[in-house]
């Protein structure tokens, strides 16, 4: 149906003067709307808080970590020790998020993939164990490694 301009303003006029028809819901949704409005945040935020935590941990350890090998002499043991301490932080977030669900399918053969490029860099540092490049890109490795863990599990746009 067409309106033309003075039938419409006429429709719009009578639409507003008519106060008798009020619409109302078919029930009381303001009980619903208080308790999501006063209860749900307070546990979102709760459970969102350990996710962030063991990341900004891990993070900052690695940082530390890799600051402490480009700065300090390195030690013939140094890519065994990182070896050991970034396998550790790995287990712990495979632990933690071993209940929920993963963003996407195919992950874990990423993460496949980075255990390979550790392999061929610690084959590499056993001809030149005190190279710091390549003591440098293993530390990169096994970020990359605990960030895909941390992406998939407990991405940035989940936690708002």
């Not at 480009?70 to 396998?87: H, I, K, N, R």
């Amino acid at each position: 149906m067409k309106m033309s301009k003075p039938n419409f303003e006429t429709f719009l006029a009578e639409s507003i003067n008519n106060t008798e028809l009020e619409v109302s819901p078919q029930k009381d949704l303001w009980p619903g709307i208080e308790k999501a409005l006063t209860h749900a945040p307070q546990a979102q935020g709760k459970a969102a808080l350990w996710p962030k935590l063991a990341g900004v941990a891990a993070c900052s350890v690695a940082a530390l970590l890799t600051v402490q090998l480009l700065f300090s002499g390195s030690e013939p043991a140094t890519s065994v020790v990182m070896s050991d301490y970034f396998t550790q932080q790995k287990q712990t977030l495979l632990v933690q998020y071993q209940n929920q669900p993963a963003l996407t399918d195919n992950w874990q053969q990423q993460l496949t993939e980075l255990e390979d490029a550790e392999r061929a860099i610690k084959q590499a540092l056993d001809n030149e164990p005190e190279n710091p490049a390549l003591l440098k890109m293993l530390a990169q490795v096994y970020q990359q490694q605990l960030d895909l863990i941390n992406k998939v599990h407990a991405p940035k746009w989940q936690q708002i």
